[in-house]
């Protein structure tokens, strides 16, 4: 018998697998059409499970228009002509023009960015991603809820235009306090605030803002202590110079404000927004915080008329601001950050002179919750890509998704995911509560016994795990992204930008590593951990008693008896946290500072899941709580899987993995 010639395989034959598909993050019924529900089968529904149960624990049962978004933006982020945006921005970065062709400084347009970036600001605008927290007409849900899980499914998609949107929402919620106040000796500042809020709270592309935020300077980083920048308020007379000398509007015609900015920001993203809120040093002494437009007029002639019988927009240039480089990163590539040089810069004081540090905590709130809640959305599309791989992915004659020892790694990634996205959840929605009415928002939800009721409470156990949340969900999802890397192989650690770049984790990863860093890195926010529990104006003198482990106990105590086991270590945490504090110094709690911002995070992200699985219980659920809370004990504790039953545990292994809850479990197992 002639043996067959040996076939070499090339570029374009040979092995060539299934390639995966990425399917919509979450899924909601009441958007499906009546054919496609009697079609669904086995893990048909939402392919990202925390976003259901996140919705089902925050919201009420008749928010369908705010679930039907979630529906409608999850497909969105996946589509072809959206994510050839993203591709664009990410291959083709900012790039700086400091000079005009004969070499004078290029005031006009010294930043271009790319199309795709543009579009994708754009889409954001349109889609609400910031601008549905500030719909003050909706009362019955929880808008915070609303607006990051809208940024959840987005924002991996968005590239990094998350981060202008987070400092736009930071800007909305500190200006929004200001706004009405007496104008002083600042006559118009009303005027002007009110119309920058209502373009960074706005949803059409041609009106909405994004806002910068800039604090860091280089001798402090995220401590604004050594600030040098310098703000001098100007006479009436120089005011009036200004004006005569055609510089006295701002590109959207609102007057320039009485205040003359100079100094240098050294660390500033999103450097293409409309306007900034800086950090100043003033002659009273302390640092104020400031409002500027990025751009003034030049000149105080009409526009004129082009050739197609348009106006033309008014000549502009940047607001005494002159972009000295770009920061080259490893990640954000596609997110101009830029080092400024400020020198007469006009601008408006937000609130009273000397307490900008306080006022501008409110956009610090605001981003230090978005990067922990960012980092949570990148870990769940970095799984969602590791999902549509294991589905494909053969490995001695078999999918990954069948391999016992492969969906262990998996699931344990996949609790770790749950923990993290509960415990930033959890924190949006107490910002939320804040902001709106209890009765009205959080007494129809299943969240009634988890979010308090006072509005004191509430601020108080924010502040405190804010920061937490912020330091270990963002690290956590770094390790997490790792894992999905990994999950991939070679084809993870390539910049996969082919296909829409829906498989460039690297990307994510690279993007997400700055989410320890940016808005205080861990270490700085240990030390504001420590500043919290040592507050006596917080908690009646002891925030971590009648705040915190008050808190924590209701909780607990609303958990089903199946998790006696489980509720107790808990609580064994808490212990451990109290017995830290109680009587230690403040070098001692610095010096254990990551001690505590594990233990708070143990006992938060356990509380939570415990809690969501008693309200709404589920096998998979139930069992995601138990092994995470398991993992976290402080003794060790004896493995539930026995040498007999291990393959039984695969099974919920591959649950846990995929998805599946206990209705498309049963499903599964009769197909």
């Given at each position: 018998m002639t043996q067959r010639p040996l076939q070499a395989s090339s570029s374009t034959s040979g092995f060539f697998q299934a390639l995966p598909v990425l399917p919509p993050q979450y899924t909601s019924v009441d958007a499906l059409s009546s054919s496609a529900r009697s079609q669904r089968g086995p893990n048909n529904g939402s392919d990202d499970r925390v976003i259901d149960r996140v919705s089902s624990l925050y919201l009420p049962s008749n928010a369908t228009d705010v679930t039907k978004h979630f529906h409608?933006?999850?497909?969105?982020?996946?589509?072809?002509?959206?994510?050839?945006?993203?591709?664009?921005?990410?291959?083709?970065?900012p790039v700086l023009r400091p000079l005009t062709t004969f070499g004078e400084e290029n005031k006009n347009d010294p930043l271009w960015t790319t199309t795709g970036w543009q579009k994708l600001k754009e889409i954001?605008?349109?889609?609400?991603?910031?601008?549905?927290?500030?719909?003050?007409?909706?009362?019955?849900?929880?808008?915070?809820?609303?607006?990051?899980v809208l940024n959840h499914l987005w924002s991996s998609t968005?590239?990094?235009?998350?981060?202008?949107m987070s400092m736009t929402d930071g800007a909305a919620k500190l200006l929004g306090r200001h706004l009405g106040e007496p104008e002083g000796d600042q006559p118009g500042r009303n005027a002007v605030f009110q119309e920058a809020y209502r373009r960074l709270t706005s949803r059409d592309p041609n009106q909405a803002w994004t806002s910068g935020q800039w604090m860091t300077e280089r001798t402090g980083g995220s401590d604004v202590s050594g600030t040098e920048t310098v703000a001098n308020r100007m006479s009436s007379e120089e005011v009036e110079q200004e004006v005569k000398a055609g510089r006295g509007?701002?590109?959207?015609?609102?007057?320039?404000?009485?205040?003359?900015?100079?100094?240098?920001?050294?660390?500033s993203s999103a450097t293409d927004s409309e306007m900034a809120v800086l950090l100043?040093?003033?002659?009273?002494?302390?640092?104020?915080?400031?409002?500027?437009?990025?751009?003034?007029?030049?000149?105080?002639?009409?526009?004129?008329?082009?050739?197609?019988?348009?106006?033309?927009?008014?000549?502009?240039?940047?607001?005494?601001?002159?972009?000295?480089?770009?920061?080259?990163?490893?990640?954000?590539?596609?997110?101009?950050t830029a080092e400024l040089e400020l020198n007469g810069t006009r601008g408006w004081l937000i609130g009273k002179e000397g307490l900008g540090v306080k006022d501008i905590s409110a956009i610090l709130n605001i981003t230090r919750l978005s990067t922990g809640a960012g980092s949570a959305a990148n870990w769940g599309r970095g799984l969602a890509i590791c999902r549509a791989y294991s589905k494909v992915r053969k490995v001695r004659g078999g999918l990954l998704q069948d391999n016992p020892a492969h969906l262990r790694w998996m699931a344990d990634e996949t609790v770790k995911y749950w923990a993290a996205a509960h415990f930033a959840f959890l924190g949006v929605a107490l910002q939320?509560?804040?902001?709106?009415?209890?009765?009205?928002?959080?007494?129809?939800?299943?969240a009634a016994k988890l979010i308090p009721k006072d509005k004191t409470q509430v601020a108080a156990l924010l502040r405190l795990i804010l920061p937490v949340m912020k330091a270990q969900v963002s690290v956590a999802s770094v390790h997490g992204l790792r894992q999905c890397m990994e999950c991939l192989g070679g084809v993870g650690y390539c910049e996969n930008n082919e296909d829409g770049g829906l498989m460039n984790v690297a990307k994510i990863y690279r993007d997400n590593l700055v989410n320890p860093i940016w808005e205080g890195t861990v270490s700085v926010l240990a030390e504001d951990v420590v500043r919290v529990l040592l507050d006596k104006r917080l908690g009646d003198g002891d925030?971590?008693?009648?705040?915190?482990?008050?808190?924590?106990?209701?909780?607990?105590?609303?958990?089903?008896?199946?998790?006696?086991?489980?509720?107790?270590?808990?609580?064994?945490?808490?212990?451990?946290?109290?017995?830290?504090?109680?009587?230690a110094t403040k070098d001692e709690l610095l010096y254990r500072g990551r001690?505590?911002?594990?233990?708070?995070?143990?006992?938060?992200?356990?509380?939570?899941?415990?809690?969501?699985?008693?309200?709404?219980?589920?096998?998979?659920?139930?069992?995601?709580?138990?092994?995470?809370?398991?993992?976290?004990?402080?003794?060790?504790?004896?493995?539930?899987?026995?040498?007999?039953?291990?393959?039984?545990?695969?099974?919920?292994?591959?649950?846990?993995?995929?998805?599946?809850?206990?209705?498309?479990?049963?499903?599964?197992?009769?197909?």
């Open positions: 409608h933006i999850a497909r969105v982020s996946l589509h072809p002509s959206v994510l050839v945006h993203a591709t664009d921005a990410e291959t083709n970065p954001g605008f349109e889609e609400g991603v910031v601008a549905v927290a500030y719909d003050k007409s909706k009362t019955i849900y929880n808008r915070r809820i609303y607006e990051f968005g590239t990094m235009t998350g981060c202008p509007i701002d590109a959207v015609g609102m007057p320039l404000g009485p205040w003359k900015i100079d100094g240098f920001k050294w660390f100043a040093r003033t002659a009273k002494g302390g640092l104020s915080a400031f409002y500027i437009p990025m751009r003034r007029r030049i000149g105080d002639k009409a526009p004129t008329a082009n050739s197609i019988n348009e106006e033309a927009p008014p000549t502009t240039e940047l607001n005494g601001i002159r972009i000295q480089r770009l920061k080259n990163k490893l990640g954000t590539k596609s997110l101009p939320g509560s804040l902001e709106q009415d209890w009765d009205n928002m959080v007494g129809d939800t299943k925030i971590l008693q009648n705040v915190f482990a008050a808190w924590v106990r209701g909780v607990l105590s609303s958990c089903a008896p199946a998790f006696k086991a489980e509720v107790a270590i808990v609580e064994e945490r808490l212990q451990a946290l109290s017995s830290i504090v109680r009587g001690e505590l911002l594990d233990h708070i995070h143990v006992i938060v992200s356990g509380s939570a899941l415990l809690y969501d699985a008693t309200v709404n219980p589920d096998t998979t659920t139930n069992e995601i709580a138990i092994r995470w809370v398991r993992s976290k004990s402080l003794r060790s504790v004896a493995s539930t899987t026995t040498q007999s039953d291990w393959k039984s545990t695969v099974q919920t292994d591959k649950a846990i993995f995929l998805g599946f809850t206990d209705g498309e479990v049963n499903q599964a197992s009769k197909l």
